[in-house]
């Protein structure tokens, strides 16, 4: 069946089990994804959404900050690293190499804090960092830079460090700490939440082939369940669309719902948010796939939001999905947009190769995104809780 020719009738199965709020199967889940009837799969994703959060959908006013991009590692979907070792005389690769960023850049714990302290004085409520994993800036380094803009920025809430990052951490510190202490310490410093990154696929061969030397996901579910235990909420991301298969992508969100429902019912803390990452392939060393289309990003949000039940929010991050393709998930089970971003240094939709990192979008954008898809624009912060703006332009949580 193409799109637009009715519905499929070999979905009713799963509908029946959506509206009875049923967990999905694998197969399901595949099923979903083979579907040409793009228009229900949109529908039974916005059942489950509605059921959750009506028509509301969520943004936050946000800073991301990247502070390194020099990194130990070479996985073969990012464009952003700096290959540590080479000289930064000789940044531009050369052919042979695998494709990584130009030029190596880090931020000192300063030049970090202005930068937290320009947003939270423009009234962010929330500080995105990550960077790559950088042999030689000590673990205190992170610690400082959670403590001064705590200092600097006393409201501002810090979501920082993806899963292999913390686990790098373990290995700089100096003794060597547990993933338990390296993320007490570190909420002791101020860090508020974990971001989620560094999940890509859940699978053996996917790991072997893109990205063999990255711990894996027994080391990304124990950061996870750690930080779930210590009572920090984190989120959940997957990166599709390079070399995976669909039965693999489903396969990855069901270990993810596996994981929250233990979190739910035994920790402290759990998954606030699952954002499925588009692969743009541009500038990295699988440039030569095509990445993502639009029916498939459409799909993935559409399935994550299905399969997922038990993880509150699905995120359409814009910078991947694009803002007008962002716009129209909405109606394909996404209740928020992520937020107005201003500096991201790990992917560039457009323009990738000119080193321009500015992508910003204002709150007015997102509100007139959101207006204009029939929802009601909320305003959020990392926690979801609705935030309410005052007259002289300070904010709070509402109550
Ligand atoms: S994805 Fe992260 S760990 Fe891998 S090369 Fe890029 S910055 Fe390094």
Known sequence: MAVGQGADRGLDDIRAKVEAGERLTHEDGLRLYETDDIHTLGELANVVRERMHGRRVYFNVNRHINYANVCVLRCKFCSFYYPFGKSADDGTPQAGDLVHAATP???????????????YENGATEVHIVGGLHPKLPFSYYTDMCREIRKACPKMHIKAFTAIEIIHFTRIAKPRMTVAEVLTELRDAGLGSLPGGGAEIFDDRIHEEAFKNKVGEVEWFEVHRTAHELGIFTNATMLYGH??????????????????????????????????????????????LPGPTGLEDLKTL???????????????????????????????????????????????????????????????SLRRLIGEAGCIPVERDTLYRPVERLADGSWRVAS
């Open 302 to 364: 559409a399935v994550s939001r299905l399969m997922l039940d038990n993880v509150p929010h699905v995120k359409a991050f814009w910078i991947m999905q694009t803002p007008k393709l962002a716009q129209i998930s909405l109606d394909w089970g996404v209740d928020d947009l992520d937020g107005t971003v201003v500096y991201y240094d790990i992917t560039k939709r457009e323009g990738g190769s000119d080193g321009v990192t500015h992508q910003e979008m204002t709150i007015d």
């Open 105 to 119: 850049y880090e931020l000192t714990v300063e030049e970090i804090v202005s930068r937290a302290t320009e947003a």
């Open 243 to 288: 070399i995976e298969t669909r039965s693999e992508r489903v396969g990855h969100l069901i270990k993810l719902r596996e994981h929250q429902e233990v979190s739910l019912a035994k920790r402290n803390s759990h998954f606030n948010c699952i954002i499925p990452l588009s692969f743009i392939p541009d500038g990295s060393a699988l440039g030569n």
